[in-house]
């Protein structure tokens, strides 16, 4: 027994609905160990911690295959609840505080220490009294056992958002049965001396014969902290090192190095695209000291020049602002700055003035802002183009009546279903009642009906099938090179970038930190991708 | 075969869920009235006549929850503002000396910019409190009434008609329409059949109201509503001043609720002050409801359905009842079905829109 | 930094102090003599103090204001109905009445809180309407069923047709037994010493009861409901705990209530009772989400000042006694509007405040950069 591995997970697979997202994963972790997980938005990562820390996501979606084994015994988590009784605690990237309570409260919130009292006897265990004092010296032991002071009697809402992560670290190491911590991302909202507190404790933890799993986007950390490295990409493991035998290149060239398999493919009869030279090119659209409030993706003083009729692409990782960008000049989120179209300025703040000015977006958030799902086809594809310029409609009474023409309507839908290859029942379908790949298209069309000079277009293969993400990227494609309209696309998906896009611009910690022609090697995106990762 | 009852069972199965197992209940209690009401000895022609006067009555009320539900401003529990407007428009009317079917064409006129201005500020409010519309609704409609009360006893009102003979001052609680406007749109094209009475001029005016809603709901400010309460966030993205519209739905709805009182009042023959239009909100509420409308979908034919639904029952109850069994449970039957219905609705998940 | 904590106590206390000036306007006007207000203001803090504590719970578990309260009022009003007609008098019989009504509380609890569950976001109106459903149901039961279902005997309290309750119930023979429990009179004003005893044990009952491991699953639950169920809280179980709690509570107190008017007014008594209660605790200075023992006392004392003096008030300055009637019961609902309105707008002024922090940063960022 003693010589069984603290965690062992053998052969671990998982597929969302015939999606593989992971395939033979192998992983052990010893007691004090500490491994850094690292890989791309998309790689895995997630979704293999959730296996380990027994989500119900996985079992809704139907389990997973291959075994988790704790100390040389099977487990199988049926809830969260049974992977913390295992002794695996995970500190998730959204804080899962109580605003109104004090740090010891959230630390040992439903395993506060009681008492029992007269009623608990007649009624049930919750009756008992809480025991404050034991309560305090249980949270300033766990506390005291992280390394970086926090004050126990301090609300929730008082505190600095670093104090906040530190409190729910504390709460999974209050948990006596504590043997594996995973951290997911628990620097990404600290300041730097407070990230280096928490390598720190990572560490003391590590002494104290905690295994920890740390996955974050700051390699160095990684290397700083970490006995072995372990790299995902594509549901697989592409690299598990010692971490004194790794480099910082070395993980970002695994994390993103796979060779380009969809090369960017040219239809047959396609005419190749005259190069983009950038120094004589017509600027469409001038993005000057943009800043952007979207919570979770904050834009920074980004300036960016999009040259007309090219596939401009953006690129980074999740949370580095990247999606903060269009949302932010579309004016669906709080934003300042300076953007110029056609030379003439857009005021920000306005979704009104930018669709006048021929902007189109398609929005990331398919079914929150993209889409009325409880509305028939006809409405999604015509409801911008007939709001913002009047198509669709037929005037009466000398323009007092405006009304709906529901054949044009119809023409138009029928239209966009054929050439976008929309799979429904009809016009009338409600968009809730398609796949998400059509749905996608149904956002597409939208855009289209718009007649747009630029498109953006925010991860537009976001949980799609693998047939419908070609039938996407080709119709964006034709619909820049045949109706000479700049687009461009927002994706966290490099290769997809590389094989649509003339140019990509990488963002990272909310700035541009750099655009290259879309030729150049993946890699070399990649290290762009992290360079100033916050 | 199997497979095929399979499937047909199914497709009943959903029926019944895109029904309402409730509203289906209510519709088998109201043919089941309408076959028992003759058997025990009820009048079905007068029957039937006191349900066609009630629907005309009521009818505009419940057309008036349409605007807010589209908007996805909820069920529109604020509408005692909207009746409010109407009742200023009405004893205005009265107090500067119009009589007949002049008076009913001029509360008409008067209550339209009290409407507006009531509805605008009610409107303005609710933009500030996006997604507690509900309560707030209803407790600025409890709290409109219960200033109006004052207002009522304080505002310099002198016909006779209207206020209390002893005093000279204040309006009294029931003012009769008898020489005004009782009748006015129901004496228009009336039809008399043996018992059965049909006011085709009230229903021809109710017809017209909800056409104008058909027609608007198809125009493009119309189609925006109707997004706006699908899907707001979709709306703001594709450029459309969401507040803007929300209030226009606000305003169209406090308006027909201030005409939706002066019909009723029409056919009911009396102006109800002070504490009568406290609870109105309620019937309308649940009339639409028991139409088929949900939160936030409703339409014409919901207000169609849902009225003679629930009028239906609220009139044939009693008498059937008292012909049956010399029981009147008519109103605990009606506050049971009423508030049953709306809370039915306020359970269900509000689908899609997230 | 000082100055906006002033203003946020300014804001907080708004409403009390609007009540402060109204009382302090109108109590002369009134006329009334200080030892009356005294007398009547004692007697209605043992009238309602127990029932306005009833409502504390469920703004704990981030419920709301608990509009559905009637429901304990009306269990509480049937126990009273039938230990009358059992003709069981004095402090027995209200004991009696309260063991009644327990059971039909809890159920009607039961049900409110599943109900509640079911329409998560929209308690507040959805427990309004829960109140006139079940007002459905107890006029029902109260004026067809007992009777033929549920024996009555006696004809002081059944209708003359032979089945249903009479709209009153004379409560003769309980009428204020336990205010005058222990008598006592001080300075001339006469205090009700035993009720006074017993809303002293439920604020001790609610004092422990925040102490005890439930109810600080409450709070928990009333502040973050996903944040509660991920740390193993059964969530929706103790939502409905605190609407059995507090409708058991309501019952109990309805019945304190009663005793001291001395009848019960069958159809009307509860109808209004939960409005009232609200608005008094609105007034002592709570909120949706936030509500103490404090505000319930200062609460009664100043809103029932007001219901006092409002109308002798009025009729003084117009001639009119109608117009404070009214006024009093416009403040009631004025009063409710404004609390819902600044609970909704504080909800979402805390959203954006968040974002206006972000934007600063970063234009401060960008004027470094620059």
């Known amino acids: 027994m003693d010589n069984a591995p603290l965690l062992e997970m053998r052969n671990i697979k998982k597929d969302f609905f015939g999606n593989q997202v992971l395939s033979d994963i192998n992983l052990t972790l010893k007691e004090g160990e500490v491994i850094g997980l690292a890989g791309e938005n998309g790689a895995g990562k997630s979704t293999l911690m959730r296996i380990l820390f027994g989500s119900d996501v996985i079992r809704e979606t139907g389990g997973y295959g291959g075994e988790v084994l704790i100390q040389g015994e099977k487990a199988d988590f049926q809830s969260p609840f049974d992977a913390i009784a295992a002794g695996i605690g995970m500190v998730h990237q959204e804080f899962s505080l109580i605003p109104g309570f004090t740090a010891t409260e959230n630390i040992l919130l439903n395993r506060e220490s009681k008492k029992k009292s007269v009623l608990s006897e007649l009624f049930s265990d919750r009756m008992d009294t809480l025991d404050r004092k034991d309560m305090e010296r249980r949270a300033a032991e766990a506390i005291q056992k992280m390394g970086v002071n926090i004050d126990g009697s301090m609300l929730i809402n008082n505190m600095p958002v670093g104090h906040k992560q530190f409190t729910e670290i504390a709460r999974e190491l209050s948990k006596e049965q504590l043997k594996i911590l995973i951290l997911d991302e628990p620097t990404a909202v600290l300041t730097e001396k407070e990230a280096e507190a928490l390598l720190d404790s990572i560490r003391g933890m590590s002494r104290r014969g905690i295994a920890v799993i740390f996955i974050t986007h700051r390699l160095h950390e990684i290397l700083e902290v970490c006995d072995r490295v372990v790299v995902m990409r594509d549901g697989v493991v592409v690299g598990d090192d010692p971490a004194d035998k790794t480099s910082e290149a070395n993980i970002t060239k695994l994390m993103v190095g796979r060779e380009v398999s969809i090369e960017r493919v040219s239809a047959e009869g396609e005419e190749k695209k005259p190069e983009i030279n950038e120094e004589n090119a017509d600027i469409i659209l001038s993005i000057k000291n943009l800043w952007v409030d979207m919570p979770g993706e904050t834009v920074r003083n980004v300036n960016l020049d999009v040259i007309d009729g090219e596939i401009l692409g953006i690129g980074g990782l999740a949370g580095q602002g990247k999606l903060g960008i269009p949302n932010g000049i579309m004016g669906l989120y709080d934003a300042g700055g300076k953007v110029v179209f056609n030379g003439q300025e857009i005021p920000l703040n306005s979704p009104r003035k930018c669709l006048d000015a021929s902007i189109a977006f398609v929005s990331e958030d398919r079914r929150g802002v993209g889409l009325l799902l409880d509305e028939s086809l006809e409405w999604n594809i015509s409801f911008p183009a007939m709001q913002v310029q009047n198509k669709f409609l037929k005037k009466y009474l000398g323009g007092l009546i405006t009304w709906r023409d529901d054949r044009a309507i119809h023409e138009v839908t029928k239209k966009y279903i054929d050439e976008l290859q929309i799979k429904c029942t009809g016009t009338r379908q409600k968009a809730k009642e398609l796949s998400g790949g059509n749905q996608q298209k149904v956002c597409l069309a939208k855009a289209f009906a718009l007649g747009p000079k630029l498109l953006f277009v925010s991860e537009p293969t976001r949980g799609i099938d693998v047939g419908a993400k070609k039938l996407v990227l080709e119709a964006l494609k034709s619909f820049n090179r045949d109706n000479g309209v700049t687009v461009v696309m927002i994706s966290s998906e490099l290769n997809e970038l590389k094989a649509t896009c003339d140019r990509i611009a990488i963002v990272s910690g909310g700035r541009i930190a750099g655009t290259l022609p879309a030729t150049v090697p993946v890699e070399a995106l990649g290290t762009l991708m992290i360079s100033q990762v916050v | ?354 | 930094m000082n100055k906006t904590n002033l203003g946020d106590i300014f804001r907080r206390f708004s409403v009390p102090l609007m009540f402060v000036l109204i009382c302090a306007v109108c109590a002369p006007i009134s006329g009334l003599s200080p030892s009356y207000l005294a007398n009547e203001i004692v007697t209605r803090m043992g009238r309602n103090a127990f029932l306005i504590l009833s409502l504390l719970i469920p703004i704990m578990a981030g419920m709301g204001l608990n509009f559905s309260m009637t429901l304990g009022a009306m269990a509480g009003e049937i126990g009273l109905i039938l230990v009358s007609d059992w003709q069981i008098v004095g402090i027995p019989g209200m004991v009696l009445a309260m063991i009644i009504s327990v059971p039909i509380s809890a159920l009607l609890g039961l049900f409110c809180g599943k109900v509640l569950n079911m329409a998560k976001g929209r308690e507040m109106i959805t427990s309004y309407i829960i109140s006139f459903f079940i007002n459905g149901i107890y006029q029902l039961v109260v004026l067809y069923l007992m009777g033929p279902v549920i024996p009555i005997k006696h004809s002081n309290i059944k209708l003359p047709r032979g089945y249903g309750v009479r709209n009153t119930v004379s409560l003769l023979s309980m009428r204020q037994k336990l205010d005058n429990l222990i008598p006592l009179t001080i300075a001339g004003v006469k205090i009700p010493v035993a009720t006074f005893i017993v809303i002293f044990l439920l604020c001790l009952v609610i004092i422990w009861f925040r102490k005890t491991k439930l109810g600080q699953d409450m709070r928990a639950v009333g502040q973050d409901m996903e944040v509660s169920k991920d740390a193993g809280i059964n969530v929706e179980g103790t939502r409905i705990i605190s609407m059995v709690i507090s409708t058991v509570f309501a019952g109990v107190g309805m019945i304190i209530y009663l005793q001291n008017m001395g009848n019960i007014a069958t159809y009307s008594s509860h109808s209004q009772i939960g409005m009232f209660c609200i608005a008094a605790l609105l007034v002592g200075g709570a909120s949706v989400d936030k509500a103490s023992i404090g505000n319930v006392f200062l609460g009664i004392i100043l809103f029932h000042t007001m219901f006092i003096v409002a109308p002798k008030a009025g009729t003084v300055i117009t001639g009119d006694s109608m117009i404070g009637e009214y006024f009093r019961v416009f403040v009631s609902y004025a009063v409710i509007t404004v609390a819902l309105i600044m609970y909704e707008t504080n909800k979402r002024k805390n959203k954006s405040r968040a974002g206006e922090e972000l934007a600063r940063a970063q234009e401060e960022e960008n004027e470094g950069a620059a």
């Open chain 2, 1 to 354: 075969m199997e497979e095929n009852s399979i499937n047909s069972s199914g497709r009943i199965k959903g029926l019944i869920q895109d029904f309402g197992l409730p509203r289906l209940i209510i519709t088998g209690f109201l043919i089941l009235l309408l076959i028992v009401a003759p058997i025990v000895g009820a009048d079905l022609p007068t029957q039937i006549s006191n349900i066609i006067n009630r629907f005309s009555w009521n009818g505009i009320l419940v057309l008036a929850m349409v605007p807010m539900v589209h908007s996805g401003c909820g069920l529109n529990f604020g509408l005692p503002l909207g009746i409010i407007s109407g009742l200023l428009g009405a004893t205005i009317s009265i107090e500067l000396g119009f009589t007949g079917p002049v008076s009913f064409f001029m509360a008409v006129l008067i209550s339209t910019p009290f409407a507006i201005v009531f509805g605008s500020l009610y409107g303005w409010l609710l933009n500030k409190i996006k997604g507690g519309e509900m309560m707030i609704a209803t407790y600025v409609g409890f709290s409109s009434v219960s200033l109006m009360c004052m207002m009522w006893l304080l505002l310099p009102y002198h016909s006779p008609n209207m206020v209390w003979g002893m005093a000279g001052k204040g309006l009294r609680t029931t003012i009769s329409l008898e020489g005004y406007y009782k009748e006015a749109l129901a004496d228009i094209l009336q039809i008399n059949i043996g018992n059965l009475m049909i006011p085709t001029g009230a229903i021809l005016f109710f017809a017209l109201l909800a056409f104008l809603m058909w027609a608007f709901l198809h125009t493009k400010t119309g189609t925006a509503m109707t997004a706006v309460g699908s899907n707001p966030d979709f709306a703001r993205s594709a450029g459309i001043n969401v507040d803007k519209i929300r209030l226009i739905s606000v305003v169209m709805s406090t308006w027909l609720a201030a005409i939706g009182i002066l019909v009723y009042e029409q056919g009911f023959g009396f102006i109800q002050l002070y504490m009568a239009p406290f609870y109105m909100a309620l019937p309308a509420v649940s009339a639409i409801l028991i139409g088929g409308a949900s939160v936030n979908k409703a339409s014409i034919m919901n207000v169609v359905i849902g009225t003679i639904l629930f009028q239906g029952i609220v009139t044939m109850t009693p008498t059937v009842m008292n012909n049956m069994i010399h029981l009147d449970m008519s109103e605990v039957i009606r506050i049971i079905v009423s508030n049953g219905m709306i809370l039915y609705a306020l359970t269900r998940k509000t689908e899609g829109s997230k």
